[in-house]
């Protein structure tokens, strides 16, 4: 198992930039590929970055792709997602999970952090 802890999230002005963090508890981290997702009032969560196990490879939706890089520490058992050119449309709950690759892509498991709220003002 594996529990997650979500920080860094607030206010700011659109072209701005956050780095948020995860940060996991238990020695199991490493085997584990992570992924961050979002959700806006009124909308359904959706994916926004993962990283497998070794950061050897990486995906992003493609809303994020080329302003956010998502990260690991595995000494540190942290998860990072730095975003830079921040847009309004950005504002939502961001959380990180645990999850698994596929073929198919990242596949969460039942591992998710409490959310960060990320507002970006026009």
């Known amino acids: 198992q594996v529990q997650l802890v979500e920080s860094g999230g607030g206010l700011v002005q659109a072209g701005g930039s956050l780095r948020l963090s995860c940060a996991a508890s238990?020695?199991?981290?490493?085997?584990?590929?992570m992924g961050w997702f979002r959700q806006a009032p009124g909308k359904e969560r959706e994916f926004v970055a993962a990283i497998s196990w070794n950061a050897g490879v990486t995906s992003y939706a493609d809303s994020v792709k080329g302003r956010f890089t998502i990260s690991r520490n595995n000494a540190k058992n942290t998860l990072y997602l730095q975003m830079n050119s921040l847009k309004p449309e950005d504002t939502a709950v961001y959380s990180c999970?645990?999850?698994?690759?596929?073929?198919?892509?990242?596949?969460?498991?039942?591992?998710w952090g409490q959310g960060t709220q990320v507002t970006v003002s026009s």
């Open positions: 999970a645990a999850g698994r690759w596929r073929s198919s892509g990242f596949a969460p498991l039942d591992y």
């Open positions: 238990g020695r199991t981290f490493s085997s584990y590929a």
